[in-house]
């Protein structure tokens, strides 16, 4: 007989394989031990970046919109459920409403599993659509205003050609409420982080009322700027505490569970941009690199990269706060906001002048520099 551990890291280990190479079958979620390994493995991780990501919008936006008493969200690609689960949980736990919840999968097996984790959530109310998209609209039609739209997971395995999900979501934000949110999660790697921000680009030029909560500094002032070299990509590291058993998991499959790793976005039918735009930020993108001599990182601004260095003789009490900066953090921009940044000359990087102080603005999350206690 097969041990089942054995069975499931088979399953886990081909969905993987699956998952980087762009093949999984799409009817994978049919197949029950397959929903229960990725529920266990997967979906552990997914419950987290839901969780994060609740937290996250409501910091980024959420005073309006959280204030209703009804919320209608609709989750694509839902799977086994634990990202809308985290999701709609973290919302839970910070405010009273009830929600109307609209779960979309190609899979009607998984949808039914998914609606039994969900069922335990109180004050929810749950229907479930089963499609394939972005063919699938009948469950826009004569909808109410959707006041949040969620997937997690969803463009990596739909990321060949996303012109059918750019004119799906196009349907959606005709009929998100004001102050109505996109979230979308994908994995960190590149092909899905560079599907994800493109979709960003795409979203923003064909929907101008549509404004980039998060991740992007300044409600991503032009084209991002990951999508110009095609090595390039974007993502976030958060840390993130795993249970024995999913690391374990993951040492076998050869993935690395340091930290909750994905590329996000958070879209606003009205975030307000104005609210940046007063204080220009820049993020740092990159792990902050200490060497001999200088630290260094590169920083977006929303429409450039920046590979901004300090050097050891520049450093002062006011710009310790460099020396210090975590992936995902943001700062106040050293330069006004119609600039370029600095004249670099013949060095490939800017140097942050040593009189201009760094003031930290954004912890990556969104939660304001000041009110958090990190360094
Ligand atoms: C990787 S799982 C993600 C599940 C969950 N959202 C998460 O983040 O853990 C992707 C889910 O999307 C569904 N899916 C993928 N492409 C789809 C499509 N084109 N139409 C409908 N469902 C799709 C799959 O059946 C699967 O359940």
């Known amino acids: 007989m097969v041990n089942p551990k054995n069975k499931k890291l088979t399953i886990l280990s081909g969905l993987s394989r699956g998952f980087t190479e762009r093949s999984v079958p799409g009817s994978y979620m049919d197949d029950p031990e397959t929903r229960e390994a990725y529920g266990e493995y997967y979906g552990a991780v997914s419950l987290k970046k839901g969780r994060a990501l609740s937290e996250e919008i409501l910091r980024r936006n959420g005073a309006d919109l959280m204030g209703q008493e009804r919320l209608s969200i609709v989750d694509l690609g839902t799977g086994t459920g634990e990202f809308i689960r985290g999701l709609v949980s973290g919302l839970r736990d910070h405010i009273p409403a009830s929600f109307d919840l609209l779960l979309v999968d190609r899979s009607k097996g998984v949808l039914e599993e998914a609606s039994r984790g969900l069922g335990q959530v109180e004050n929810l109310s749950l229907r479930l659509a089963v499609g394939t998209l972005p063919g699938f609209l009948s469950w826009i039609e004569g909808r109410t205003p959707i006041d949040l739209l969620t997937a997690g997971n969803l463009l990596?395995?739909?990321?060949?050609?996303?012109?059918?999900?750019?004119?799906?979501?196009?349907?959606?934000?005709?009929?998100?409420?004001?102050?109505?949110?996109?979230?979308?999660?994908?994995?960190?790697?590149?092909?899905?982080?560079?599907?994800?921000?493109?979709?960003?680009?795409?979203?923003?030029?064909?929907?101008?009322?549509?404004?980039?909560l998060a991740p992007c500094p300044n409600d991503r002032l032009g084209s991002c700027p990951a999508l110009r070299s095609p090595e390039d990509w974007c993502h976030e590291d958060r840390p993130a505490v795993f249970s024995e058993e999913t690391k374990k998991t993951a040492s076998v499959l050869g993935h690395i569970k340091d930290a909750l790793k994905m590329t996000y976005l958070i879209l606003s039918r009205t975030g307000d941009p104005r609210r940046l735009s007063f204080s220009p930020l820049i993020r740092l993108v990159s792990p902050?690199?200490?060497?001999?001599?200088?630290?260094?990182?590169?920083?977006?601004?929303?429409?450039?990269?920046?590979?901004?260095?300090?050097?050891?003789?520049?450093?002062?009490?006011?710009?310790?706060?460099?020396?210090?900066?975590?992936?995902?953090?943001?700062v106040l921009a050293p330069w006004a906001p119609m600039d370029?940044?600095?004249?670099?000359?013949?060095?490939?990087?800017?140097?942050?002048?040593?009189?201009?102080?760094?003031?930290?603005?954004?912890r990556p999350n969104g939660t304001p520099w000041e009110s958090s206690e990190e360094e």
């Open 340 to 362: 370029a940044g600095f004249n670099k000359g013949s060095s490939p990087f800017e140097d942050w002048p040593k009189e201009v102080p760094v003031t930290g603005v954004l």
């Open 156 to 212: 990596a395995e739909n990321g060949a050609d996303l012109s059918g999900f750019l004119t799906l979501l196009r349907r959606v934000h005709d009929t998100l409420s004001p102050g109505g949110m996109m979230i979308f999660a994908e994995p960190a790697d590149r092909l899905s982080s560079r599907a994800l921000l493109f979709l960003g680009d795409e979203l923003r030029t064909a929907c101008p009322d549509l404004h980039i």
């Open 288 to 330: 902050l690199h200490r060497e001999k001599g200088m630290a260094w990182g590169l920083f977006c601004d929303g429409e450039r990269i920046h590979k901004l260095r300090l050097l050891n003789r520049n450093r002062t009490g006011d710009n310790r706060v460099f020396w210090h900066l975590k992936r995902g953090e943001s």
